[in-house]
């Protein structure tokens, strides 16, 4: 009943049923054409309601009544099926009972958390990254959010920036796919069920490319870089059907994202014919005055609306503005138009027009919550995600020999870290610690040791005698060292990417005792720690990997699963190496000769040129060998595809996964190119003495590149062909032609 109901007040010209039935669009045209110009701006304002279901207060006051009076069209940090309906029911009051979208940053799960997302990327497994996402979607979904401010498709390759922790880590290629998993794990294949929200893709564009990796800093590079490295991951969202994009607190070349048209209207809604909305970030719309764009808050709605910015996320300034700027003839309505038609048609495709409350059912909301499946899936994807960057001695998985094991460090017994950053219903409850991991998982036989030794952060050196006391009473060692959840994430850029404290101090005097130490280093970006790296048996990188880390590490360490995650990011050894991304290496006109000599070379005087650990680097409990590579021919046309065929072979005793790795050079081209550039990968699980033939097809596209006209092009000339196990580990290569 109701939803004739409302389809009767949306078109009072047509048949009641009809009405329903009629395409979006013509249901929007209908809506649009009985708005006012104040509930058409209405529309384009988003507010934060954390007060708005907390006791009564001004702000909560005036919040609700201009949400009755059709002044809202967008709520984030609104949570919970209860919550949403009340709230929603107030939005219904309005004269056109326009309904509300509830948002929130769902970013890593929602109750059940799963790995940061870079510890997802880590897994390079679509399967995994996408489950992830469906599960977030799903809980969110039953807690009446429709919208979640997420996927971060920002290409981070600079670890000095604390968000780095929320994409897909340095490279394009791997970015696209990841953003592509995660749209499609958001929303699923079609907007409006009730186990899916709108994805959000973001942020809109470059942000990770911060000067000097200092958040909301500017961001100056050539258009060439922004298409080539930064923009096909958002392109790859909007291809796989991304609801929203957000655009971000950066300038591009001197002007803010969010005044940007160049990125909003010429490439998103113009070449790519984008059919969602743009939200700014929080407050983008507003610091474009502090910026020095923006003369000032009226200024500012002008130029975002001019320039894109479909609706304004708690800058308010489309509130107060934009009807007096359309009024004095300094926008035109039609943009405003065009930006509501966007929103409305987002709440369409939801149906939250038929049905307002579909998405607030606390029946749903019980049941899905606490469904024991989302915590089996947060535990698949953490083990996925965790790196082996070291096993020497085969220290792991631990032997069953060592009766005593010693668990010492500042996040053994750590449990809100381990949801990391971006976690709105972090429940301490739920997660298991690396301690309790391995308590429940080893057999009474083994007698657990604790000591914390230090704190993260302090130079507190008191806890290091009972540590190596413990230490000497046990086997072996595990020790966790890293960050606290809060040193990565937004505005949590580091100088120093060291290990802070007095952790390394710790293992030094731990590595005294000479007992094997198997080191667990959490954090939400690249860490420094080149003595652990130098003098440990091994390392895992753990990242922050959610409510089931300790499971999943207890899984890894007692052998019960083979880690086969490999590093979506470049470990440099000194900051000075930054930027290090690995497709940011190019030959220079004075390469590093074969023989390491460096004398005016291209290099440093006091560090070698490489990385600690390599893009796409990480071990396995067995050994994979590449062996009989079979390129289908020397040379391709332009219309033609190349095979590239190799063997891969599990030579180990367990069986494993592993990221197989194509990286193409252009060794001569109008625009220099990188010395290597991923541009495929298989994943690929062995059993013991198991081989398997793969193969990975090279076409025109995959030559390409953008020149100095900004021209999507592939010269004809000779490719390096490299098939390997990471971008520093080169197994087979070949060459292959393109003809013109
Ligand atoms: C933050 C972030 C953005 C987030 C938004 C809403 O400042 O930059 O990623 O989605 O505000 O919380």
């Known amino acids: 009943m109701r939803n004739i109901f409302l389809a009767f007040l949306l078109a009072p010209t047509l048949p009641l049923v009809a009405q329903a039935q009629q395409p979006v669009e013509q249901r929007i045209t209908n809506l649009l054409q009985q708005m006012t110009l104040e509930e058409k701006v209405g529309q384009l304002n988003q507010y934060s309601g954390r007060e708005l279901t907390g006791p009564a207060s001004a702000r909560k006051n005036d919040q609700l009544n201009a949400i009755r009076t059709g002044q809202v069209g967008s709520m984030l940090n609104v949570k919970g099926a209860q919550s949403t309906r009340e709230i929603q029911a107030e939005a219904l009051k309005s004269r056109l009972h326009i309904p509300l979208l509830f948002s929130l940053d769902v970013i890593h799960g929602y109750k059940t958390v799963f790995p940061i997302p870079l510890g997802e990327a880590a897994s390079w497994d679509m399967d995994a990254i996408r489950l992830g996402a469906h599960v ?20 981070g390759r600079d670890p000095r920036w604390g968000r780095v922790m929320e994409g897909a880590g340095e490279d394009t290629y ?158 035109d309505v039609a943009l405003v138009d065009e930006a509501v038609r966007r929103i409305l048609r987002k709440k369409f495709e939801l149906g939250l027009f038929n049905d307002p409350y579909k998405f607030s059912s606390t029946g749903r909301e019980k049941q899905v919550l606490n469904d024991p499946q989302n915590r089996q899936a947060a535990r698949q994807v953490a083990r996925k995600s965790l790196v082996l960057l070291k096993n020497d001695n085969q220290a792991l998985p631990l032997r069953r020999e060592w009766g005593k094991l010693a668990i010492i460090g500042p996040l053994a017994k750590a449990k809100r870290d381990l949801d990391g950053s971006w976690v709105p219903e972090a429940d301490t409850t739920l997660i298991t610690s690396v301690y309790e991991g391995l308590d429940q998982r080893l057999d009474a036989k083994t007698q657990l040791l604790y000591a914390k030794g230090c704190e993260v952060l302090g130079d507190s050196r008191a806890g290091f005698a009972q540590a190596v006391e413990t230490a000497k009473n046990a086997d072996a060692v595990v020790l966790t060292v890293g960050e606290t959840w809060d040193m990565s994430g937004e505005a949590k850029s580091r100088a120093d990417i060291h290990l802070p404290g007095v952790q390394e101090e710790l293992f030094q005097a731990l590595k005294a005792t000479g007992k094997p130490i198997i080191v667990l280093v959490f954090g939400g970006r690249p860490l420094i720690f080149n003595t652990i790296a130098d003098q440990a048996d091994a390392i895992l990188m753990a990242w922050w990997p959610g409510a089931e880390g300790g499971h999943a590490l207890a899984d890894v360490l007692s052998g019960d699963y083979n880690p086969a995650g490999k590093l979506p990011i470049t470990f440099p050894r000194a900051v000075g190496q930054i930027p290090i991304a690995y497709n940011q290496q190019y030959s220079t006109g004075r390469p590093v000769t074969k023989s390491g000599d460096t004398k005016y070379r291209s290099a440093y005087i006091d560090t070698p040129n490489t990385p600690r650990y390599a893009f796409g680097y990480g071990l396995s409990y067995t050994k994979f060998t590449y062996s009989d590579l079979q390129i289908s021919r020397p040379q391709l046309a332009p219309t033609e595809t190349v095979q590239v065929q190799f063997t891969l072979t599990n030579t180990g005793s367990v069986a494993g996964e592993e990221v197989a790795q194509l990286y193409l050079h252009d060794i001569v081209a109008s625009t220099v190119r990188p010395l290597k550039e991923l541009k495929d990968f298989q994943k690929v699980l062995l059993k013991p003495g198991e081989s398997k033939t793969l193969t990975f097809n090279i076409t025109k596209d995959k030559l390409a590149f953008y020149n100095q006209q900004l021209a999507w092009v592939a010269e004809p000339g000779e490719f390096q062909l490299m098939v390997g196990s990471a971008s520093d580990d080169i197994r087979l290569t070949g060459i292959v032609e393109l003809l013109p």
């Open 136 to 155: 977030a979607a799903k809980e969110a979904a039953a807690a009446g959010i429709h919208w979640t401010f997420a996927p971060m498709v920002d290409v």
């Open 174 to 331: 791997l970015g696209a796919q990841i953003a592509r998993a995660r749209v499609l794990g958001f929303q699923g294949e079609k907007l409006g069920g009730t186990d899916a929200v709108m994805a959000c893709a973001k942020h809109f564009a470059a942000y990770g490319a911060a000067i000097a990796g200092r958040d909301y800093n500017a961001v100056d590079m050539s258009l060439q870089q922004l298409w080539e490295t930064y923009l096909p991951p958002f392109r790859a969202a909007a291809d796989a059907g991304v609801a929203t994009f957000m655009n971000s607190f950066n300038t591009l070349n001197g002007v803010p994202a969010t005044g940007n048209s160049y990125l909003q209207r010429d490439i998103l809604k113009g070449k790519w014919q984008y059919p969602g909305f743009v939200v700014s970030d929080w407050g983008s719309i507003r610091e474009m005055v502090p910026w020095g764009y923006a003369l000032d808050l009226r200024d500012a709605a002008q130029k975002a609306l001019t320039a894109g910015s479909d609706m304004d996320m708690e800058s308010d300034a489309y509130h107060g503005n934009l009807t007096k700027l359309v009024q004095a003839g300094k926008v």
